[in-house]
């Protein structure tokens, strides 16, 4: 059983910076394969960006060259690093793992105009 809690959401105005991070708890963390995801207002939960054991990435397209995700496994966490935030990255973020599947509860981001 894996425990994952996000913290580091809050309110920001557009185009600051903010890092999330997502910390495990109860397994092997570097036996997983890591995601967040992000869920707005009256739409699906979306991937964001993914991170294997051996550390290469993903994006999808819509925060590509804004955000980075990185993992430190000695801490059992992986971050978020958003940079350049717009209105649209509004949502609850969430990380999960891949292979069994766990999630954590979320943090809200908010980024005003």
């Known amino acids: 059983q894996l425990r994952l809690v996000e913290s580091g959401g809050g309110l920001v105005q557009a185009g600051a910076s903010r890092r999330l991070s997502c910390t495990a708890s109860g397994s092997t963390f570097n036996n997983y394969a890591l995601a967040w995801y992000r869920q707005a207002p009256g739409k699906q939960r979306e991937l964001v960006a993914t991170?294997?054991?051996?550390?290469?990435?993903y994006y999808v397209d819509s925060v590509k060259g804004r955000f980075t995700i990185s993992r430190d496994n000695a801490k059992n966490t992986i971050y978020l690093q958003m940079n350049s935030l717009k209105p649209e990255d509004t949502a609850v973020y969430y990380c999960?793992?891949?292979?069994?599947?766990?999630w954590g509860q979320g943090t809200q981001v908010t980024v005003s105009s």
């Open positions: 999960r793992t891949y292979g069994d599947v766990y």
């Open positions: 991170i294997t054991t051996g550390g290469s990435t």
